[in-house]
């Protein structure tokens, strides 16, 4: 087999298991037989009313202003929307104390072409035939990344530490600084902050040791704040978008009510910067306008931030207490651990010593009308086998409130159930 078609093929295997959950899912959802389930498995956020009618808002200002036309019937440039660069720089500016100027602003069709671009400009291959490495600094991290690197072998992820709180059945992960490594062979470093799937938020000194070791070798840092403030501001502790000379800070508004439109949002050094964008011509020449156009209005405006803090903020956050309350009162005496729900949009469990697999535990929470996503797919890039990737499920706060804490019940009661089966299989065994 040629080497390109080779590298397809190990693309494919890569992405194989998250095809064939997503897909099994969908088949689930369309097939159901008439039973109704609790879907938490979703990415997509939910449209709240306040959120929706800001971008109506946006939307007709656009139609009424005079340059609706140049906005949709014009090709622009290829590093983004002007107007909206001026807002990123204006805004961030003003609210950081940074010293942005239009070159430091990339705006790209969603994030995670911004990742594609990225893993592929600094890492894989080079001329000489050296492999440089995407380093994720702490596993697990989005499942998307696994499938952005063009060179699958490039991509390198790293087992964090973990901080567990036995008596509240909580845990954290951390960066593990005794074994992470970026050297020369490092071709750029991506972590999400706060994180997809754990909702972990690394704290501001984690993250400046990390950009710390990779300056000296001129890696980029790229921090994907999809979940962070300003704008959709899903964090629920405090923590500070950090910004530096190898620091990329990648933003998306799929979060903040326009996952449609596809607007993602780099900003960092102004060489970084034009690497990408040299990237993003030859791949599509520039973003879609229209999105870029209403997320000048609501920006400039001031409403987008006001409504991230005062709207999506709290109300994601009034479900990450409903899922931690529920499964503080319903779980069985099992050695149960929450992750501590620092931000994003969902929350993340690991169940130690699972008597059986994380997608056999998924099988099981379906039969009783519950949706979740198996954990093992989100440890892309780790090489060495750890069985806590398959004791671990990706809950969705995108349900109601209600759907939840009736979820949450369901699954404690199939935790109970499968591990006294298992007390009871090993007894029996002993027994013969």
């Not at 992820?157 to 509240?168: F, G, H, M, Q, R």
């Not at 056999?360 to 198996?374: A, N, S």
């Amino acid at each position: 087999m040629k080497p390109a078609l080779t590298q397809l093929g190990n693309q494919m295997t890569r992405l194989t298991g998250v095809r064939a959950i997503m897909k099994d899912i969908a088949e689930t959802l369309r097939s159901g037989a008439g039973q109704d389930f609790i879907n938490l498995s979703a990415g997509n956020p939910l449209i709240l009313p306040e959120v929706e009618q800001l971008w109506r808002d946006c939307t007709a200002d656009l139609l009424a202003s005079a340059e609706y036309g140049d906005v949709v019937c014009r090709y622009g440039a290829s590093q983004g929307y002007q107007p909206l660069i001026d807002a990123i720089v204006q805004d961030f500016n003003r609210r950081y104390g940074l010293q942005l100027t239009e070159r430091n602003v990339l705006i790209t069709p969603g994030s995670q072409s911004l990742y594609f671009y990225a893993t592929n400009a600094f890492g894989g291959y080079t001329e000489s035939g050296t492999l440089k490495k995407v380093v994720l600094p702490l596993s697990p991290d989005y499942t998307g990344y696994g499938g952005v690197a063009l060179a699958p072998d490039s991509l390198f992820a790293y087992k964090p530490s973990l901080d567990i709180d036995t008596a509240a059945h909580r845990f954290k992960y951390r960066p593990n600084f005794s074994q992470l490594t970026i050297a020369e062979d490092t071709g750029c470093v991506l972590f999400s902050r706060p994180c997809n799937p754990t909702g972990n938020v690394l704290t501001d000194d984690e993250v400046q040791k990390i950009a710390a070791l990779a300056a000296p070798h001129h890696v980029p840092v790229l921090i994907d704040s999809a979940y962070a403030p300003p704008f959709p501001a899903l964090n629920f502790t405090e923590m500070t978008p950090l910004f530096g000379e190898n620091i990329l800070h990648c933003m998306s508004l799929s979060k903040a009510g326009l996952p449609g439109e596809r607007i993602g949002i780099a900003i960092g050094n102004e060489q970084l910067i034009q690497v990408l964008e040299c990237f993003q011509t030859n791949m599509c020449i520039h973003s879609p306008r229209y999105g870029q156009a209403i997320a000048a209005r609501a920006i400039n405006s001031g409403a987008l931030a006001d409504i991230a803090a005062q709207v999506i903020r709290p109300f994601y956050q009034k479900k990450v207490a409903i899922v931690e309350t529920t499964l503080d009162q319903a779980m069985p005496a099992v050695p149960w651990f929450l992750h501590r729900g620092e931000g994003a949009i969902f929350t993340w469990l690991w169940l130690k010593d699972l008597p059986i697999t994380d997608w056999e535990f998924y099988q099981e929470l379906k039969q009783v009308g519950v949706i979740v996503v198996p954990g093992s797919s989100f440890f892309p890039g780790l090489h060495e086998d750890w069985e806590h990737t398959r004791q671990c499920v990706r809950i969705s706060l995108t349900g109601s409130d209600q759907e939840l804490e009736i979820a949450m019940q369901r699954l404690a009661a199939v935790v109970e159930r499968v591990y006294q089966q298992s007390i009871i299989g090993k007894q029996a065994v002993v027994a013969s």
